[in-house]
C-alpha cells in the first residue's frame, strides 16, 4: 500500500469552515479535485453523521470522515485539512474538532489498513505534530512515516 496522504494537493492547513459539516464538504473536496471520489460520496460522509451521530470524531480534536469501502470512490486515498477555526460535531468527549481527515478506499481490506494507520497515528501523538506543521509536505513525510511502520508490521 502507498501512503496514506499522495501528495499536497490532498492536504491543506488553517482551512476556514464555520460547520462540521463544512469541514467534512471540504476535506472532501480535496479528494474529489483529485478524482479520487465523486460528489456523491461527499454527500455520503456528511449523511453518515447526520445519521449515526458524531461517532467519527475518533481521537480528540480529530474527526475521520468516510462512508462506505467502494460506492463512489475511484482510488484509494485520503485527505488532511487543519481548521483555522475548531467546530463542534456534537461529540462531548472530543469536541472542538481541529483535524478533518477524509478517508476513501476502493475496498475494504485498504479501508482498515488506513485505518490501522490512522489509529496507530494518533496514539503515538500525530495530532501534536500535525497541528504544529507549517507545511503540507510535513504532514504528508509524518504520514508516509506511519503508514511504512504499519506495512512493517504484521496484521
Known amino acids: 500500500m502507498t501512503g496514506l496522504l499522495t501528495n499536497e494537493k490532498v492536504v491543506r492547513l488553517n482551512v476556514k469552515a464555520e460547520t462540521w459539516e463544512e469541514s467534512i464538504r471540504e476535506a472532501g473536496a480535496l479528494l474529489e479535485n483529485e478524482k479520487f471520489i465523486s460528489k456523491e460520496y461527499i454527500d455520503k460522509m456528511v449523511n453518515i453523521v447526520k445519521e449515526y451521530g458524531p461517532y467519527i470524531v475518533v481521537f480528540e480534536n480529530v474527526a475521520l470522515a468516510h462512508a462506505q469501502a467502494g460506492t463512489g470512490v475511484f482510488q484509494t486515498g485520503a485527505s488532511l485539512i487543519t481548521l483555522h477555526n475548531p467546530v463542534v460535531f456534537g461529540n462531548p468527549d472530543n469536541d472542538p474538532v481541529s483535524i478533518v481527515i477524509a478517508l476513501a478506499s476502493v475496498n475494504h481490506s485498504n479501508h482498515l489498513q488506513f485505518l490501522r494507520t490512522i489509529m496507530d497515528a494518533f496514539s503515538k501523538g500525530a495530532k501534536e505534530e500535525i497541528l504544529e506543521a507549517s507545511s ?18 504484521e496484521i
Open 136 to 153: 503540507e509536505e510535513k504532514i504528508i513525510e509524518l504520514f508516509n512515516q506511519y503508514s511504512e511502520e504499519n506495512e512493517d508490521e
